[in-house]
């Protein structure tokens, strides 16, 4: 039997370099222009888009490089793609194992290499369409599968030693947790690290937040303890609360760019007013200091212990530089209730929800860009998570023997990082 009796060979079609996009738009499909975009794992990474295709491959069509580095190999694991002239897709229309038809098309490509002593322009319609195949019932397809497999397995037991990551802080790079995994596994993970590691600078700044609102938070505590006196505590509220507004809008400003790039077709909801106010005072302080009116501090017994406040107040009759401020600030601010707003309240109400915001921008981003079989590879360790991983500070994977020198694999450097993108997609997909 010959191959082209048993698949629908699709062969892909330039499009002008000029209609290239480098973002989705909203009717755009991913292009896969060539080898380029099919890795060593046989995983595709999208880097360019077209409004216009002109030869579509649908989801589980199996994709093989024919030009240029010929033999690539994977399987199309999103909705659709227009392909360029160096790949052809492979369509299974009488349902055969794919993994059948992957391995067999490794083989026959090698062969092709072998007569040619691997100096092959490229593969032809009819170099697949020709191409002998031989066809065992669907039960010995996937028999065949599962011997090569295990063969495979074996041969690299031997040459790899693939292991999680976590994080010692006394460490210099990843430390590495007695877990080990196989090939499979190892792929997953470092595939899930490498499309998550651009959430690693957002996980910065919004620890930049984090510290700086803590540091508000411990104010009273340090008065109770006696660390500093309550006229120096509202010196420190006064200081502290105009840090935690640069660093709030640092986290913004970067969020936005981060969204334009990687989500520009998410939606997200409006700016509330508590966010707004955050937004008008921060625009002040890129011209003066913020004028903090420090009325009192309020003290009263309660259940033993007292509670103490620190109202810290802007007023708008002392923002002497209001003039300067853009149009939207200026009126945001003459909509202050009696034209001032209690700054702390404000900074707790805007704290909260920018924990909110970023669990959104996660949630979204991981819904995107993380594919269905490392989902489920996760949902599948989950119990290996909660029992040992989580509580180790994962960050991400390592294969101790690959190429004999040691140390490749994908991990963060921060700790926690992975461990709450790990959880999130435990929320995701409970």
Known sequence: MRLGDVINLVSGRDIAKKAHLSHPQSKSIPYITGASNINEQGQITITEWVNNPSVIVNKGTLLLSVKGTIGKIAVLSIPRAHIARQIMGIENIYGLDSNYQKFYLKSYVQELQKKAKSMIPGISRDDLLLATFPLPPITEQSRIVSKIKRVFELIDGVKHDYRFTSFQPNTIGPAVTSIKIDKNRFERYYNLVSRLLPLANLYKSFNMVKRQQAKLIAIIDRIHSGEITVNEALDTAGEYSTLYIIMHMTFIHNAESFINYYLSEA?????????????????????????????????????????????????????????????????????????????????????????????????????KYVGEDIIKQILNDKELFEEKLLSEDVTGVIDLKRAGDGWPGEYFNSPKVLKNLINTIFILYK
């Open 267 to 367: 939606k997200f909801n409006k700016e509330t007013t508590h966010a707004l106010n955050i937004r008008a005072i921060r625009n002040y302080a890129e011209h003066c200091a913020i004028p903090v009116t420090r009325i009192s501090y309020k003290h009263q017994a309660g259940r033993g212990k007292e509670i103490i406040e620190l109202p810290i107040w802007v007023e708008k009759k002392n923002l002497l530089f209001f003039n300067y401020l853009r149009d939207r600030n200026k009126s945001i601010i003459n909509n202050w209730e009696d034209g001032k707003i209690r700054l702390d309240i404000e900074i707790a109400y805007a704290w909260e929800e920018l924990k909110d915001y970023f669990d959104t921008i996660k949630k979204k981003y991981i819904q």
